[in-house]
């Protein structure tokens, strides 16, 4: 593997993989754990993607929201208790607005519930070659026994832009409207780096600012993994330097 030399990174774990041919380009301390906050949703969505996929639930699906869902602090999409969302509406609720609230419907609703969602993420992460991640939510919540390193997170970045082409593009919108408030995509690169569409940011005390990032320039896609800055400023400038390196 090919590992910079000349490139030092302020994040405190990093990856940097080519789209392609998976070759790792960078890392510092990849596969040291991290608490991946809600970088995990993407977790959540490789499953709700797969159940798509399968037939299980179309886009236009309805699924029950909890009091469970809709008491969930954090972000949210602003669901409320009782009623029905759509799967089209979820998906963009998660992938956008990062909403805890979407994340445990869709757990709910797919086994029944929180906990025994969590089982399916551990099981689909061993499937997919995620040797170092351990999930007990749907949402990233704060969890000493939740966490995930930034190579298993390029892997499962690079797994969901490779398996489901279909439901990329969502990750590039930049807004979204739901229950008549309307919230920007926290993914910073996507107003500031023309090259970036898509994935998914995190943030929680511990963990610091984390992202998982992808790029495309001159047909070439990158990922990126970054965690543990101190700032958002900082995340957004780091990772564009690492892209650009």
């Excluded at 030399?5 to 790792?24: G, L, N, P, Q």
Aim: glycine residues 6%; contains cysteine; charged residues 25%.
């Amino acid at each position: 593997t090919l590992v910079a030399a000349d490139f030092s990174s302020k994040a405190k774990f990093a990856t940097v993989i080519d789209f392609e041919t998976d070759a790792i380009l960078y890392e510092k301390n990849s596969n040291s754990k991290v608490f991946p906050a809600s970088m995990s949703k993407l977790m959540t969505l490789y499953i709700l993607f797969e159940e798509i996929q399968n037939g299980t639930f179309s886009l236009e699906s309805k699924l029950d929201v909890s009091e469970k869902a809709w008491r969930k602090g954090g972000s949210k999409m602003f669901l409320e208790a009782g009623t029905q969302v759509t799967v089209k509406d979820i998906l963009r609720g998660i992938i956008i607005q990062s909403g805890n609230d979407a994340c445990i419907v869709v757990a709910e609703n797919i086994s029944g519930s929180e906990e025994n969602f969590a089982n399916l993420m551990n099981e689909k992460a061993a499937e997919l070659g995620l040797k170092n991640s351990n999930f007990t939510n749907s949402t990233g919540w704060p969890d000493e026994n939740h966490y995930m390193t930034s190579s298993d997170l390029a892997i499962l970045s690079s797994k969901i832009i490779k398996e489901f082409p279909q439901f990329f593009h969502l990750f590039k919108e930049k807004s979204f409207l739901y229950n008549n408030i309307s919230q920007n995509n926290r993914n910073p690169l996507l107003f500031s780096y023309s090259f970036a569409d898509g994935l998914k940011t995190g943030y929680t005390e511990d963990s610091g600012f984390s992202l998982a990032a992808t790029a495309l320039k001159n047909n070439r896609r990158l990922i990126l993994i970054v965690s543990g800055l101190n700032s958002e400023k900082e995340r957004r400038e780091e990772s564009k330097k690492l892209f650009e390196w």
